[in-house]
């Protein structure tokens, strides 16, 4: 599958996403420190550069300036099991657009392109996801794009206040 999009919704230069490889891992690595108060480990962004792995990057004018990170994983055991075949749900790990390049579509760029990886496997339900509790922004932006609350998840971040988030999700079938 070609990740590769190239989008003019109201940038005014071509943005161009691509999928995150050798080549642009640490400069998501560095974005990703500028973005959000979790650091996240060595092994992480190894297993971005992996097969199967759905992680991009968007270039404006050459400047990595967002990223998203999503992988496969089970649904809850509960729901695991659908005319006897194992169901997926896809967990966006990261999502974030540098604040300078917010409000051009960037965020909604990256999101859709997820959304479409997540309908072409036939085995996925869902798209989840945890936002801090104070995230403002970023509820909006979810529910704008369809997601719903699912529920408080209390003390899900370690050392780092308020430790709590939503959980959220978008219903792909």
Same mark, same amino acid.
């Given at each position: 599958?070609?990740?590769?999009?190239?989008?003019?919704?109201?940038?005014?230069?071509?943005?161009?996403?691509?999928?995150?490889?050798?080549?642009?891992?640490?400069?998501?690595?560095?974005?990703?420190? $500028?973005?959000?108060?979790?650091?996240?480990?060595? *092994?992480?962004?190894?297993?971005?550069? /992996? @097969?199967?792995? =759905? !992680?991009? $990057?968007?270039?404006?004018?050459?400047?990595?300036? *967002?990223?998203?990170?999503?992988?496969? /994983? @089970?649904?809850? =055991? !509960?729901?695991?099991?659908?005319?006897?075949?194992?169901?997926?749900?896809?967990?966006?790990?990261?999502?974030?657009?540098?604040?300078?390049?917010?409000?051009?579509?960037?965020?909604?760029?990256?999101?859709?392109?997820?959304?479409?990886?997540?309908?072409?496997?036939?085995?996925?339900?869902?798209?989840?996801?945890?936002?801090?509790?104070?995230?403002?922004?970023?509820?909006?932006?979810?529910?704008?794009?369809?997601?719903?609350?699912?529920?408080?998840?209390?003390?899900?971040?370690?050392?780092?206040?308020?430790?709590?988030?939503?959980?959220?999700?978008?219903?792909?079938?």
């Amino acid at each position: 599958m070609n990740n590769s999009y190239v989008g003019f919704e109201k940038a005014k230069a071509p943005v161009e996403i691509i999928p995150v490889d050798a080549h642009t891992v640490s400069r998501v690595r560095n974005l990703n420190s $500028v973005l959000f108060p979790v650091r996240y480990s060595a *092994g992480f962004y190894k297993r971005l550069v /992996q @097969p199967g792995q =759905f !992680a991009q $990057v968007a270039l404006y004018q050459g400047v990595c300036v *967002g990223t998203i990170a999503c992988r496969t /994983q @089970p649904l809850g =055991f !509960a729901e695991s099991m659908v005319d006897g075949a194992p169901q997926t749900e896809m967990y966006m790990m990261t999502l974030g657009v540098l604040a300078p390049y917010r409000r051009l579509g960037i965020g909604k760029m990256l999101l859709a392109n997820a959304v479409r990886a997540a309908q072409q496997d036939p085995l996925a339900r869902r798209i989840v996801l945890h936002v801090k509790i104070d995230n403002d922004d970023a509820l909006r932006f979810y529910h704008r794009h369809g997601f719903a609350t699912v529920r408080l998840v209390e003390n899900y971040y370690k050392n780092i206040e308020p430790p709590h988030a939503y959980l959220l999700e978008c219903r792909l079938r």
